[in-house]
């Protein structure tokens, strides 16, 4: 789950940064008379910004894990208590 809101978040910001940008160009061509035709389309710094927010995101994802060789112990039910599981 953790995974598939870090890619939702790469692609999230991609998009609101190229509609930022796409934005801000019709603004400015507005403003200056230029032909809205003119206008370029920010793939490029919506791609850069989805690998970074990726990145960022995959980094905090494996920074809390644990290691792959370890064993976990269930949680078990001890004199009516519950007690919880642990790694070993």
Request: glycine fraction near 8%; proline fraction near 3%; charge should be positive.
């Amino acid at each position: 789950m953790r995974a598939i809101f870090a890619i939702f978040s790469a692609l999230g910001a991609a998009f609101l940064l190229m509609s930022f940008l796409k934005s801000w160009q019709i603004n400015r061509a507005m403003r200056l008379g230029k032909p809205l035709e003119k206008i370029e389309n920010n793939y490029i710094f919506g791609a850069m910004v989805s690998v970074i927010v990726f990145v960022f995101c995959v980094w905090g994802l494996e920074r809390d894990s644990a290691s792959p060789n370890l064993t976990y112990l269930p949680a078990k039910i001890e004199n009516g208590l519950v007690t919880g599981g642990e790694f070993d």
